[in-house]
Each structure stands twice: as C-alpha cells, then as structure tokens.
C-alpha cells in the first residue's frame, strides 16, 4: 500500500519531527506517530476545519505529542518560525481530496449529487466555483480547463457555458455537468468511459478555487529550508508528495529533479511510487495517485 510506502521511504527516525501537511482524516499521522515512538512530534496541517477536527479525535491518544494548525502548507515556513522549528525531518503531503469532502454535496465538489457549485476546501476563501463558472470570459475558462486538467474539449465547453450564462447564473453542480454532457454531445448514462465527461472540468476548477497549484509550489519551494539538514547522527530530511494527476507530479518531478541537479536534494524514488493492484479494488481513487521522495543532502 502507498501509506506503507511512505513511512518506507521517509525513514523517519525516532523521537524526530513530521509535518503532515494534508492531515485530513489523521490516516497517515497515526501510521507516523506510531513510528516516532514517545519522544516525536507530528505537526499536521489542514485548511479544512471539519478534518481538522476528526483528526484532533482519532490522535486524541497522542495529544501531547500533535500540533494541529487550520492553515494552508504554503504558510509552513511561518508555522515553523511559530513553533521555534528551524528544521523537522520529514514532511509529507497528500495531494488528494477527502472521500468526506467528496461525499458532502454541499461542497459542491462532485456531481454525483447536486449541490451548490462551491468546490472550496477552506471556506474562509471567498471566490466559488460559481463564481469563476459566471464570471471568467470564454477564453480564460476553456485556458483554465486545459492547462489545469488537460481537458481536450475545453473550448466547445468554454463557449457551451457561456451560452447558458447569458440567460442565467450557473448555481448548481448538476446543472454544470449537464451543460458539459450537452456540450460534448454525450448522455452520461449510456457513455462508455468509466469517467464521467465533467470530470476533468470539475478536476480543474476546483484547483483554481482553491489555487492547488501555486500552493504546491510554494510548498516545494519552500521545502528545503523546513528540512533538517544532514548531521553526524541523522540523515537529511525527507518530503514525501502524492499526488492524483499529471499536473501535480509534473510540477513535483521537475522541482526534485533540479533540485538533485544543484545538489540540494537526492531523489529517493526514480520512478514513482504507484497503488498495486489490491489497494486500487479497495480504493479505485488510488489507481491515479504517484508517490514520490526526495531527501536534503545540503
């Protein structure tokens, strides 16, 4: 399984410190704490204040030893600096969304159910999925929905959706996946993908929402300074990143492999890391998740 991959590669050593910073549900910092034995410390980061408080539950057992913050990791630099941490010796982020948050139609984060067209995992955030979806030209919706989800259609659906906005504002989720069906001529019961046509547009909107992108990067950037470097009795730190789609991994190969190249960091993974076949009939969300590891050397 990809969680045991992790706690493998990160080779987090006893009594050390670890970020997590997508805590989420608390699934990965558990497997950690359990390794950091007594004396670690776990750091979990998340923005969504719902997670953040089923996490609290289920680490309840290792209260004295967990930091919990309702930040962005972009902001782990300054979370850090607060806690008096000049460098910890891991850091992991799951790139992926909550099946929880998935499943709250409310979010509007999915189509399976209607909901209001939200997608922000941080409500404290002010602009919506509708809001992009009624305001953004044509030109800079079918731009969004190709570069952040490669969408192949993105201009027939760019000039669909504005179509149906000068009549009304787009509000609801289903609405919008039947405007994408419509605008691929497709009738998403008879298709003979297993993924819905709206995907990708629902994949890429919700990364604008919630600037997935730029948060990742600053994440990376950020990195090598939050990593302990390497000692007389410790290795470098490690960061270990999943992530669920192309745009993503890219921007996470690229930044190991020029760190690696100015002696930064050594890549602990040369392909990455993917589900096997098991874990992926348990969980078929898994079968686009990639793992990769890369440690400070300097």
Request: glycine share 6%.
């Amino acid at each position: 399984m990809l969680a045991d991959a992790v706690l493998e590669h990160l080779a987090i050593p006893p009594g050390g410190i670890v970020v997590d910073a997508t805590v989420g549900l608390g699934g990965h910092a558990a497997r950690i704490l359990d390794k950091l034995g007594k004396q670690g410390k776990l750091v979990g980061l998340d923005v969504d204040e719902t997670n953040l408080a089923l996490a609290k539950d289920r680490l309840a057992c290792w209260s004295d030893q967990v930091e919990l913050r309702r930040c962005n990791f972009r902001e782990l630099r300054g979370v850090l600096d607060s806690m008096g941490m000049a460098g910890v010796h891991a850091i992991v982020a799951d790139l992926g969304v909550s099946s929880n948050q998935l499943a709250d139609a409310d979010r509007g984060l999915s189509f399976i159910e209607d909901g209001p067209l939200d997608m922000r995992l941080d409500d404290r955030q002010p602009t919506t999925a509708a809001d992009l979806v009624n305001s953004l030209s044509e030109r800079e919706l079918a731009d969004l929905f190709f570069h952040n989800s490669q969408e192949r259609f993105s201009r027939r659906i760019a000039r669909r959706i504005c179509e149906v906005r000068r009549t009304s504002r787009i509000r609801h989720t289903a609405e919008l996946a039947a405007i994408v069906c419509k605008a691929l001529k497709v009738d998403p019961k008879a298709r003979r993908s297993k993924i819905h046509p709206a995907t990708r547009v629902f994949q890429a909107l919700r990364m604008a929402v919630n600037d997935e992108v730029g948060a990742l990067q600053a994440l990376l950037e950020a990195a090598p300074a939050c990593l302990a470097g390497p000692s007389t009795d410790c290795e470098g730190g490690r960061i270990a990143v999943i992530s669920f789609h192309s745009v993503e991994d890219g921007a996470v190969k690229r930044d190991f492999r020029r760190r690696a190249a100015a002696g930064q960091y050594r890549i602990c993974t040369k392909k990455p890391i993917v589900a096997d076949d098991d874990e992926c009939r348990l969980n078929p969300r898994a079968r686009s998740a990639k793992l990769r590891v890369a440690q400070r050397v300097a």
